[in-house]
């Protein structure tokens, strides 16, 4: 499907979705995420044409969310792990997760649900704060044209 | 591009990417947040062709994250304005937008930031947090097999 690039939009919203626009990406850093590393595996995860998936996958690796590295074991597979940028992906996971078990689930149904490893208690609904720390609604969100601001 | 349904999955970011997995779906949602609210609007946002866009809307207004009503103006237009479920997305547009802001823009350049509307500040980064409070990292994360928590 022939789309329109944003990777030069200024809006960071669009410039993401340029990079992880393609729902396969998102599920691969999920897979990986979950600690899945080789390309048989995430075949299998996610039920993918081998040919998508190494498409996919070079990408991912491209754009700097995944990492090659030679196995671990000493075997012939190389094993794809997440770069510190692929990682932070995590949070937009979070986002579409929480949003989806809210709205997409009966209330009854069985849902994956994201869990801190300690407590295995799920984890806390994110929530906006403006820079003094209150608690804001989507309502009070604005989006402006500015720089990055820096860290 | 023919892809696999994941409608009925049991993980919800899985759920939640067939649902607004197409990136033309954020995009209108964040239009929508940002204040339009017509056909011709988004059109010239988002410079999509008519016939997608008409798509698009359909679909998210069967998805309740649109509703459609009548001009406030009395015009014969419709506007299409979000619903509770619909300007839930904005965490995911957060999300999106921090992680694009921090990846994918040089430090000098111009970007569109998630301001709130009283103080005009960005938003503070978005945290990951167990159920008890603590703030936790995205590796203190796993995926767990479960009910929906009641609310």
Redesign the interface.
């Known amino acids: 499907?022939k789309?329109?690039s944003l990777e030069g939009s200024?809006?960071?919203?669009?410039?993401?979705?340029?990079?992880?626009?393609d729902?396969w990406t998102?599920?691969i850093v999920?897979d990986a995420?979950?600690g899945l590393t080789r390309f048989g595996e995430f075949q299998k995860s996610l039920?993918?044409a081998k040919n998508m998936l190494t498409q996919r996958l070079k990408q991912l690796v491209e754009q700097g969310i995944l990492a090659v590295r030679p196995a671990t074991d000493g075997s012939a597979w190389n094993e794809y792990v997440l770069t510190e940028?692929g990682?932070?992906?995590?949070?937009?996971?979070?986002?579409?997760?929480?949003?989806?078990?809210?709205?997409?689930?009966?209330?009854?149904?069985?849902?994956?649900?994201?869990?801190?490893?300690?407590?295995?208690?799920?984890?806390?609904k994110?929530t906006?704060?403006?820079?003094?720390?209150?608690t804001?609604t989507?309502?009070?969100?604005?989006?402006?044209?500015?720089?990055?601001?820096?860290?």
């Open positions: 499907m789309r329109k200024t809006c960071s919203v669009a410039r993401t979705l340029d990079i992880i626009g729902w998102l599920l999920r995420l979950n039920g993918i940028k990682r932070a992906l995590q949070m937009v996971l979070v986002a579409l997760s929480q949003w989806g078990g809210e709205y997409l689930f009966d209330s009854k149904e069985k849902c994956n649900i994201l869990v801190d490893n300690k407590h295995h208690q799920p984890l806390r994110l906006l704060q403006a820079q003094d720390g209150r804001i989507p309502d009070e969100v604005v989006l402006e044209r500015s720089t990055v601001p820096a860290e």
